[in-house]
């Protein structure tokens, strides 16, 4: 698995092992000369071959992705609630397992990503209209959003289930005049380009094969002047001269992604280099991995209860296999190699 990759245009990816990455597609179809034409024919043919599986890697973890939260979205909400994320805490609190703290530290996220992002005050959510919660589970944020700007909201999924979860949820809530969810691929959303005042994307961007292409979908359907919100699982930045992780470190990575179905992994640094790349405005970047220490941990011990091990058993071996590996986040945590990113910019006008 590449774990970093040196220019924004190469942050191309396949799940697992099989990761690989390309150049322009114009690179993979250039025509020939005719003086080589049997030694292109066969490169051309192989390229065929490998563009054939990549499409079939990337649609057997687009599939895999939605029987994932499909099967573990009614565990996730039984236990946690209606959102789908990280709490964010202060550094070294303590808050036991029986606390609301988790779920008002859910919520806490979102208002400091918001003020990352430069939404504090009310000239500024003034101007936020519509919204699209990219990777909306079943739908916590799209509707907090929703309810805190007044705005439209409209959230995508892979998973069916998450999909009909949130639009129930927000019938039984009175929002659907102005939330709604729908699935379709974040890498190739179903939107007009320029339609959203604020794009959000709440720890989804670790399950995109192609972190360029994620980020310039998140880049097209931003309305001039809008805002764009990454919170994701990273890898640690790369020291100068290093090419990649330690083997170790890798070795945490791929057990990860074999459970929860994610391809390669990038840095913070890396999603600053494509944001760069579409000549953003006011980019920023901060590692938030303190603030969601209490987090998994808390996770774990929920696991473990009584109430928490029948939920499991009844959710099926994707949850299982799920609280299996979470051990290896609080160590990838622990030990530095993963990080908890955010990364925020704004389109200009």
């Known amino acids: 698995m590449i774990a970093t990759l040196a220019a924004p245009s190469s942050l191309t990816s396949l799940p697992f092992r099989t990761i690989s990455s390309f150049g322009s597609p114009s690179l993979l179809f250039r025509s020939p000369s ?29 599939k895999g992705i939605a029987e994932f939260y ?90 069916p289930v998450q999909a009909k979860r949130a639009n129930d949820l927000a019938a039984a809530q009175s929002l659907s005049h102005k939330v709604s969810f729908q699935v379709a691929d974040a890498l190739d959303q179903p939107f007009e380009d320029g339609k959203f005042d604020l794009v959000c994307s709440m720890e989804s961007g670790e ?68 944001l760069q790349s579409h000549s953003l405005q006011d980019i920023k970047c901060a590692d938030w991995s303190e603030n969601v220490a209490p987090f998994w941990p808390a996770v774990i011990r929920t696991a473990l209860t009584w109430n928490g091990l029948v939920s499991l058993l009844r959710s099926g071996m994707k949850s299982i296999k799920g609280a299996l590996t979470m051990p290896l986040m609080i160590e990838g945590y622990k030990k530095g ?12 006008l």
């Not at 005719?34 to 687009?62: P, Q």
């Open 34 to 62: 005719s003086s080589v034409s049997m030694t292109t024919t066969t490169t051309t043919a192989r390229g065929n071959v490998a563009v054939a599986a990549a499409a079939t890697s990337t649609d057997a973890l687009r």
């Open 70 to 159: 499909n099967e573990t979205s009614g565990l996730w909400e039984d236990i946690w609630g209606d959102h789908m994320h990280h709490g964010f805490y202060d550094p070294d609190s303590s808050v036991q397992l029986s606390d609301s703290g988790h779920r008002e530290a859910q919520i806490r996220m979102i208002e400091e990503s918001l003020r990352f992002a430069g939404v504090t005050d009310e000239e500024e959510e003034k101007k936020i209209k519509k919204v699209v919660d990219v990777g909306c589970g079943i739908g916590g944020s799209s509707r907090y959003l929703a309810s805190k700007f007044g705005a439209e909201c409209i959230g995508i999924t892979l998973s």
């Open 207 to 274: 399950h995109m094969p192609d972190k360029a292409k994620f980020v310039k979908e998140l880049v097209r359907v931003a309305a001039p002047g809008g805002r764009i919100i990454i919170v994701t699982w990273c890898h640690r930045n790369l020291s100068a001269g290093e090419k990649a992780l330690q083997p170790w470190e890798q070795n945490i990575l791929d057990k990860i992604c074999k459970t929860f179905y994610l391809p390669a992994w990038c840095s913070t640094d890396d999603y600053v280099k494509l």
């Open 337 to 348: 190699v993963i990080k908890f990113g955010i990364i925020t910019c704004q389109k200009p």
